[in-house]
């Protein structure tokens, strides 16, 4: 019996490096199984993602970076804030267009949901697009942290689904249940991002949605809800630094490296509201609050860029 538990194990583990975290410590044959398996790993496989899709998202976190540089000098701006829609449409759109390979390795549950956070994010936004004014009305406020919060949330939500998805997987595969694929891998269904890094990012999403729904409840200045802003964007950026080694193999270093930068930069910019949470939307603190955003929004938009010349490479 101890045998074929020896052969399980040792199939289990070479299944998906995915999975080894959370299996049980083996005996001496394991052990040399994993020295194996922590040789440098080969030529990773190109990216499963089109180049359409790396190109609109990109235009759209441009475009909505653009946006808020725009408005520094005039925050009533019916360019600046044209652009502040377009952006997170494309971006929406662009996850959309990505739902259809996205969907078989995170479940079609989280993909809607992470598609619509992203409409929602975009939606937060049209009310001043339509009518700058509205940025002096408190409804018209309200609305856009509400809209945006709720589209944080949404996102939390997308990774709790992709939480549950990966346990499920775990469990197929602990049962010899999960059907492997012509080459004997999990390589086009697995969820590779850890149970830490996943909950460690829904958990930033949700602090983070939370912080912005509280904005939207008292727009006039809510220190709390600016402080929960930084927790919830600091933690987002903690999951991506939790899952560096694997993401920056898949999609290099330079393009993590700016994801993460991006982050920082919101959440300094939350950082300077959280400060001084009674000034006013139209005030000139604000516009720091702005250059933030818009830099950090564009240097995702590089990070995007740099996946799509890795995704080049790895094809050649």
Request: charged fraction near 10%.
């Amino acid at each position: 019996m101890s045998q074929s538990f020896g052969m399980d194990a040792h199939r289990i583990l070479h299944t998906s490096s995915t999975y080894r975290e959370w299996l049980p410590e083996m005996s001496e044959s394991s052990q040399g199984i994993r020295s194996l398996d922590s040789q440098p790993a080969t030529r990773p496989e190109p990216l499963q993602i089109s180049y359409s899709v790396l190109v609109v998202s990109a235009l759209g976190f441009a475009l909505w970076g653009l946006g808020w540089l725009v408005l520094i000098p005039n925050h009533e701006s019916q360019l600046g804030w044209a652009l502040e829609f377009v952006g997170p449409f494309l971006i929406a759109v662009s996850l959309v267009m990505f739902e259809k390979s996205l969907s078989p390795r995170i479940g079609r549950p989280a993909a809607i949901l992470a598609s619509l956070g992203a409409f929602l994010a975009a939606l937060s936004t049209s009310i001043f697009a339509l009518n700058p004014t509205n940025l002096e009305t408190t409804a018209g406020v309200s609305f856009g942290y509400g809209a945006y919060g709720a589209g944080l949330v949404l996102g939390a939500l997308s990774l709790g689904a992709v939480l549950a998805r990966k346990e499920s997987h775990l469990g197929d595969v602990s049962r010899h249940e999960y059907p492997m694929c012509r080459v004997g891998c999990h390589c086009d269904t697995v969820v590779h991002s850890s149970f830490s890094s996943i909950a460690l990012g829904g958990a930033g999403l949700l602090i983070w949605g939370i912080g912005f729904l509280a904005l939207g409840a008292q727009p006039a200045g809510s220190e709390l809800g600016w402080i929960l802003a930084v927790i919830g964007s600091t933690t987002v950026t903690g999951a991506l630094a939790a899952h560096f080694a694997h993401l920056s193999t898949r999609f290099g270093r330079a393009a993590l490296v700016c994801g993460m930068l991006s982050a920082v930069i919101w959440s300094v910019g939350y950082l300077l509201q959280a400060i001084n949470p009674n000034a006013g939307v139209l005030s000139s603190w604000y516009t720091m609050l702005f250059i933030c955003y818009g830099v950090g929004h564009i240097l995702t938009a590089v990070s995007l860029l740099i996946i799509a010349r890795r995704k080049a490479q790895l094809e050649q």
